[in-house]
């Protein structure tokens, strides 16, 4: 399942990416679960609901925050289930959250990719029984896509700055309202920083995959504003990445340990040049207050102090270019997807459960009693068996 029209969080979107079966994206008939488990001719069970019902599903979550209450009711994405006459009251649907996109799945959990780390989220989602989740960076993998030009660009050489800081803000809605809070705490030194683009470009949902390199070149720091910053939670996105591909000097205002992070994937930080004590300041109001004065330090040191911190910045910089577009980092990432779904495979390996088919029929029963067409039942006397013979072989 993923997301379709990409970044999407509506319910309806996440679609069945496998629904070809015979395509280039289909499932091989020997990695479908009936065939791996019954030795028998299927003929008169829609072939669709043999696959779909009872193969493991990989859930990508991989590209947003997860949001457990956002899906909690599904009410829009199951409405038509709910409502019984336009007179009468909605009734409730059995709480499946994102599970309400294939209702009939047998399988006993769902593999759920994310990627943000001390997640209470995830916590939530696993400690329901029905998910085991599996972390990969999946926003560097879209990063190499987007910014692949600057690999080569030569236009992103750098110019002596016209601003120290560049400050992209373009939200500042739902989790992003810490950035009113701090655009508000730099107001002594605006004069310091370059807000958005240099060029005024337009500016829409689709600039992430964008970069001017005059905003780089004319500036000397980029002020990285993550979509998570008041949160436990660490997910850094192309916002982070951005920079990085660009050979820019960065702050990262993100959750506590982010830079950390970045280390570990082989990144290296501006320590001593940037005083980075704020990454260890798990309060954010006090992590924010660290960044602003960090920001005032670096715009009171004198011209030749300025320069040479610049100068050692941007050193460090150009390396963490070098080993964004290296061939390790890219199969680091593919590595760390494949382990990290092999893991939460191994939790659960595709064990079946009827909790949420049984749960569907008797709600349906109870308040779509009109559901039951006799089509429809002749299609459940010809699963249940099937279900049954499933459920004594795996």
Same mark, same amino acid.
């Given at each position: 399942? /993923? !997301?379709?029209?990409?970044? !999407?969080?509506?319910?309806?979107?996440?679609?069945?990416?496998?629904?070809?079966?015979?395509?280039?994206?289909?499932?091989?008939?020997?990695?479908?679960?009936?065939?791996?488990?019954?030795?028998?001719?299927?003929?008169?069970?829609?072939?669709?609901?043999?696959?779909?019902?009872?193969?493991?599903?990989?859930? *990508?979550?991989d590209?947003?925050?997860?949001?457990?209450?956002?899906?909690?009711?599904?009410?829009?994405?199951?409405? /038509?289930?709910?409502?019984t006459?336009?007179?009468?009251?909605?009734?409730?649907?059995?709480?499946?959250?994102?599970?309400?996109?294939?209702?009939?799945?047998?399988?006993?959990?769902?593999?759920?990719?994310?990627?943000?780390?001390?997640?209470?989220?995830?916590?939530?989602?696993?400690?329901t029984?029905?998910?085991?989740?599996?972390?990969?960076?999946?926003?560097?993998?879209?990063?190499?896509?987007?910014? /692949?030009?600057?690999?080569?660009?030569?236009?992103?050489?750098?110019?002596?700055?016209q601003k120290?800081?560049?400050?992209?803000?373009?939200? !500042?809605?739902? +989790?992003?309202?810490?950035?009113?809070?701090?655009?508000?705490?730099?107001?002594?030194?605006?004069?310091? *920083?370059?807000?958005?683009?240099?060029?005024?470009?337009?500016? +829409?949902?689709?600039? !992430?995959?964008?970069?001017?390199?005059?905003?780089?070149?004319?500036?000397?720091?980029?002020?990285?504003?993550?979509?998570?910053?008041?949160?436990?939670r660490?997910?850094?996105?192309?916002k982070?990445?951005?920079?990085?591909? *660009?050979?820019?000097?960065?702050? =990262?205002?993100?959750?506590?340990?982010?830079?950390?992070?970045?280390?570990?994937?082989?990144?290296?930080?501006?320590?001593?040049?940037?005083?980075?004590?704020?990454?260890?300041?798990?309060?954010?109001?006090?992590?924010?207050?660290?960044?602003?004065?960090?920001?005032? &330090?670096?715009?009171?040191?004198?011209?030749?102090?300025?320069?040479?911190?610049?100068?050692?910045?941007?050193?460090?910089?150009? &390396?963490?270019?070098?080993?964004?577009?290296?061939?390790d980092?890219?199969?680091?990432?593919?590595?760390?997807?494949?382990?990290?779904?092999?893991?939460?495979?191994?939790?659960?390996?595709?064990?079946?459960?009827?909790?949420?088919?049984?749960q569907?029929l *008797?709600?349906?029963?109870?308040?779509?009693?009109?559901?039951?067409?006799?089509?429809? &039942?002749?299609?459940?006397? =010809?699963?249940?068996?099937?279900?049954?013979?499933? /459920?004594?072989?795996?």
């Open positions: 399942m /993923r !997301s379709h029209p990409w970044g !999407s969080r509506e319910l309806k979107d996440f679609v069945d990416y496998q629904t070809d079966l015979d395509g280039s994206n289909g499932i091989a008939r020997e990695h479908r679960v009936l065939h791996q488990v019954l030795n028998e001719d299927l003929t008169g069970i829609p072939y669709f609901k043999q696959v779909r019902n009872f193969q493991p599903v990989l859930f *990508c979550h590209q947003e925050p997860l949001n457990f209450d956002l899906y909690q009711d599904g009410s829009e994405y199951m409405e /038509r289930f709910q409502q006459s336009a007179h009468e009251p909605s009734v409730p649907h059995p709480d499946f959250n994102l599970r309400n996109t294939v209702v009939w799945s047998w399988q006993e959990k769902w593999t759920l990719l994310h990627s943000e780390l001390n997640s209470s989220e995830l916590s939530r989602y696993e400690s029984g029905k998910y085991a989740g599996a972390y990969w960076w999946s926003h560097a993998m879209l990063a190499l896509d987007w910014y /692949r030009y600057a690999k080569s660009d030569l236009s992103l050489e750098h110019n002596s700055p120290l800081f560049l400050i992209y803000a373009r939200d !500042s809605t739902g +989790t992003r309202k810490y950035r009113n809070d701090f655009l508000q705490m730099i107001a002594e030194i605006q004069s310091h *920083c370059q807000i958005g683009s240099i060029a005024n470009q337009l500016i +829409t949902s689709a600039s !992430s995959a964008t970069y001017d390199s005059m905003d780089f070149t004319s500036t000397a720091f980029s002020i990285v504003l993550e979509t998570l910053f008041d949160d436990c660490i997910h850094l996105t192309e982070t990445l951005r920079p990085i591909a *660009c050979g820019h000097p960065f702050i =990262l205002a993100a959750g506590a340990g982010s830079l950390a992070l970045l280390r570990k994937y082989g990144f290296e930080t501006f320590s001593p040049w940037i005083n980075e004590s704020y990454d260890t300041l798990t309060d954010s109001q006090e992590r924010l207050s660290a960044i602003v004065n960090e920001m005032k &330090r670096i715009s009171d040191l004198c011209q030749d102090q300025q320069t040479h911190v610049i100068d050692q910045c941007r050193a460090i910089a150009l &390396r963490n270019k070098r080993r964004f577009f290296q061939e980092f890219f199969n680091a990432i593919v590595s760390e997807l494949k382990t990290n779904v092999s893991k939460a495979w191994k939790q659960h390996q595709g064990r079946l459960s009827p909790e949420f088919y049984w569907t *008797c709600w349906r029963r109870k308040n779509k009693p009109e559901y039951f067409t006799p089509a429809k &039942r002749a299609d459940q006397r =010809l699963l249940l068996p099937l279900v049954r013979q499933l /459920r004594q072989s795996t």
